[in-house]
């Protein structure tokens, strides 16, 4: 049986926030000071990483010593030279001569219809670095509208305009010693359902009410054909960035398949995702205390990530014009 777990039952990983809330952007940092096997899994048809393809099994690179989630679409890439520096400030990374260089990985969401057109910097990112630190392992994670969060929004098929605010969610699972716990910065074009298939965040109606999401794209269809609009091909407007971390020992390919896996927590919880307008990217970040297998770990990482999308809507507050799940369920 599956036991609830938190990052506390991780202590390999040092996490934390660090947001402009006035902006509406922030970056949310995970480090392994020890270093740590990797991989990532991406879908969508826009997505911002950064040293992803140092994750491939095939590369050399063996050991990450950070992930970093941020905003900003591909300005946030910024935000990981900032954790780099405080890394290297910290004696963290390889020893090459004088200089010490850790491994930063990372992905940005595109939040800059949100707020103001400001995104994470390298400072920003030095700070979220900062507070990783700084935090207690004891002390919760918080969730909602911080870090990768602050700005996400969900339900975009009509436009902004019917959107609702989302954030950061959290959810962790153990089988014995075994731990895997999913955080997640939900900015979907989609909507988002719980377990039961109920839609609890996305594309407003014009009674205020959740929309179906086929229902909206009929409308969306409808009303660029009207206008004739072509495919439009600038920046991913959305995006939902995700990691999984595990005291699992196993390997970089291996945890890229697990990544793959946990996309499935993405299709059970957003409809739709994945599309030309996402980005949808999630991380597996193993530290290798205990021996498990793989598809153990997937399994336990996909059922955390379904309950980390759920609390990145349900945790998240009414923000930049954008109403939340709670402000529904408040008037229901």
């Known amino acids: 049986m599956f036991r609830p777990a938190t990052l506390a039952d991780l202590p390999a990983f040092r996490c934390g926030h660090a947001q402009d809330a006035q902006a509406g952007t922030g970056c949310t940092v995970f480090v392994a000071p020890q270093g740590a096997t990797c991989g990532v899994d991406v879908r969508g048809g826009g997505p911002a990483t950064r040293e992803t393809d140092l994750l491939r099994p095939e590369n050399m690179i063996e050991t990450v010593h950070a992930v970093v989630l941020s905003g900003g679409s591909a300005y946030g890439l910024a935000a990981s030279t900032g954790v780099m520096d405080e890394l290297a400030a910290r004696n963290i990374g390889f020893s090459v001569g004088e200089a010490r260089v850790p491994i930063v990985v990372g992905a940005c969401l595109f939040d800059l219809l949100v707020g103001k057109n400001a995104h994470p910097d390298a400072a920003l990112g030095r700070t979220a670095c900062a507070a990783a630190f700084d935090r207690s392992a004891a002390e919760p994670l918080a969730e909602g509208n911080v ?82 609009q072509a495919a439009q091909g600038g920046p991913c407007a959305n995006t939902t960035i995700g990691i999984v971390l595990t005291n699992a020992k196993i390997t970089k390919a291996q945890a890229t398949k697990v990544s793959s896996t946990v996309h499935d927590a993405y299709a059970r919880a957003i409809k739709p995702v994945h599309t030309s307008n996402d980005g949808d990217t999630v991380f597996t970040f193993a530290s290798g205390e205990i021996t498990a297998l793989p598809d153990t770990v997937a399994v336990l990482g996909t059922e955390a990530m379904q309950g980390a999308i759920v609390r990145a809507v349900q945790q998240a507050e009414a923000a930049y014009g954008l109403p939340a799940a709670r402000n529904l369920a408040q008037t229901r």
């Open 147 to 228: 870090g990768a969060g602050c700005g996400a929004s969900v339900g975009k098929l009509l436009g902004p305009e019917q959107a609702m605010k989302s954030g950061v969610g959290i959810c962790g699972l153990r089988a014995g010693d075994l731990v895997a716990c999913a955080i997640v910065a939900v900015n979907a074009l989609g909507n988002v359902c719980d377990q039961s298939g109920k839609w609890i965040a996305g594309c407003r109606g014009a009674e205020g009410d959740i929309m179906a999401p086929l229902d909206a794209f009929a409308l969306m269809a409808a009303a660029q054909a009207a206008e004739g």
